[in-house]
C-alpha cells in the first residue's frame, strides 16, 4: 500500500513532486547510481502531467541529486561518478588548475560531542562520535589540516581500516565512503569560514610557522532532509591556494 503523504499546498505542484521524490530517496526507494522508473512511470504513480514530472526532475538535476545519462535514462547521483567524486572540493591553485588530494591519516579515536559540536550535528551532549584527523596533500605538499567528527551511532563500524582501505584502494573520498557503505549521500553542506593563525599543532602538519596566516573552514555535511552527518574543522595554507566558489 503506497503511504499516504501530506503536501504543502502553498508549493507550486512540481515542486510538491520533488519534495515527494526527495521522500521517496530519502526513505531509500532508490539507491546511489540506481536507476529511478521513467517518467511515465511516475507521472502516473504522483498522478501529474509528464511535463510537471520533468519539471521536477530537472530541479534534482540540477541540484545534483539525480543524473541524466544519454539512452539510458535518469539515475541517483553518486559520489563515486567521476564528474562528482570531488564536487565539495574548493580548493584551486593560484594558477586556476583544479588538483585533487592525497588523504594521510594521522589519527582515528573514539569521543563524545561537546555543546558546540552535539548542536552542529543535532545530537544531545555527550553523545559518542569517530574522531578522523587527517592531512590533504596536492602535488606532495600538505595544505589541509582536517578535523572530522562522526556520529558513531549513524555510522556503525567504522574504522580506520575500513577508511583507508576505502579512500586509498579505491581512490575514493569519504563522502563516497559515507554512500557505498552506509547508504548515506551527501547532498549539501553549511560553511563557516574565518581567517586564523597557525597554533604548534597544526604548524608542523602543514609545513609552517607557528603564527602563519590559515584559512579555517567550518563544516557540516547534510544529506536527505537536512540531516548531519559530518562536522569537520579544515585548516588551509593559502600560499599556492584559494577558496574557489560559485554565487548564483
Known sequence: MQKETATPSFLP????IKQLILRALSDGEWQPGAAI????????????SQGTLRKALDELVMDNILVRRQGKGT???THTDDGTTYR????????GEQEYPHSEFIEFSRGKADAQIA??????????LAILRRVLKFSGEPVVYDDIRLPAALLKGISIALIEEHVNAH????????????QIRILSAHE????TLANEFVAPLLGVQIGAPLLAIERVAL???NQPVEWRMSYVNTERHYYFDELN
Open 171 to 182: 581512490k575514493g573520498t569519504l563522502y563516497s565512503l559515507y554512500e557505498t557503505q552506509y
Open 88 to 95: 565539495f572540493l574548493r580548493l584551486m591553485s593560484l594558477g
Open 119 to 128: 548542536k552542529r550535528l543535532g545530537l544531545p551532549p555527550g553523545s559518542a
Open 75 to 77: 539515475f541517483v547521483a
Open 223 to 225: 544529506t536527505y532532509q
Open 37 to 48: 522508473p521513467s517518467e511515465i512511470e511516475l507521472a502516473r504513480r504522483y498522478q501529474v
Open 13 to 16: 505542484l512540481y515542486e510538491q
Open 192 to 195: 563557516r569560514i574565518r581567517a
